[in-house]
């Protein structure tokens, strides 16, 4: 996958990764911020997506489709798909655009809106990564766990870099016997579940 990036995909990725660098130097908040995962964030999930039992492949905060387009590999490779949902307009517009660059559209399905209302009930997904806003990650845990079929996979990001404020579903996790979890040091720190 990683030595063989599509031209398109690598093209935007290359885009994407030097707007994120100019937000992060410039340092005055604005809320249309990329706030991607690192490249080696990106390879993880990819790998992880790669080796994830049979199932529907969910991801929760799109913004400009960084972190899609890394999941666009294993789905080719696979021959799957990726729902990715984003609540903001203007994101959702981005990443659109970037799915279309990339020519990724036929593996990702780009959906605006808030998931927690979005997300369809079946208990069928094998792979889901949750990068959203803070205060919705307990509410995307309780959603997603119960939908995952055994083996399945759940990442969330920034397990590390936003401890104090995800120490409580990250708490949730390693107690909860319907999962085996642990975070893991790479990039902003990945909460890493899969289902019993
Ligand atoms: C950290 S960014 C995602 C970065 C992206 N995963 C990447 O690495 O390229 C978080 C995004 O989640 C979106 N978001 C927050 N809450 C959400 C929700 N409930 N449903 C869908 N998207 C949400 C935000 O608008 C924001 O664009």
Not at 16 to 25: N, P, T
Not at 36 to 54: C, E, H, I, K, W
Not at 88 to 114: C, N, Y
Request: net charge negative; with cysteine; hydrophobic share 45%.
């Amino acid at each position: 996958m990683f030595n063989s990036l599509p031209r398109d995909v690598a093209a935007r990725m290359h885009e994407l990764e030097a707007v994120d660098a100019e937000d992060r130097e410039d340092g005055t908040p604005r809320a249309n911020r990329l706030r991607q995962v690192p490249p080696d964030t990106g390879r993880f999930l990819a790998l992880l997506a790669a080796m994830a039992p049979a199932g529907r492949w969910v991801e929760i905060g799109t913004s400009g489709g960084y972190s899609a387009l890394w999941l666009s590999l294993p789905a080719r490779e696979r021959g799957h798909r990726l729902t990715t949902f984003e609540v903001l307009p203007e994101k959702f517009m981005l990443a659109r655009e970037t799915f279309r660059l990339a020519s990724a559209e036929d593996v990702i399905d780009p959906v605006q809106g808030d998931a927690r209302e979005l997300l369809e009930p079946t208990p069928d997904i094998a792979f889901c990564f949750l990068d959203a806003e803070k205060e919705v990650y307990s509410d995307c845990y309780e959603l997603v766990v119960p939908l995952l079929v055994p083996g399945g996979v759940l990442v969330a990001d920034n397990a590390i870099s936003h401890q104090a404020d995800l120490q409580p579903v990250i708490d949730r996790a390693l107690a909860d016997e319907r999962v085996d979890a642990m975070v893991v040091p790479i990039g902003k720190g990945e909460l890493l579940c899969r289902r019993r």
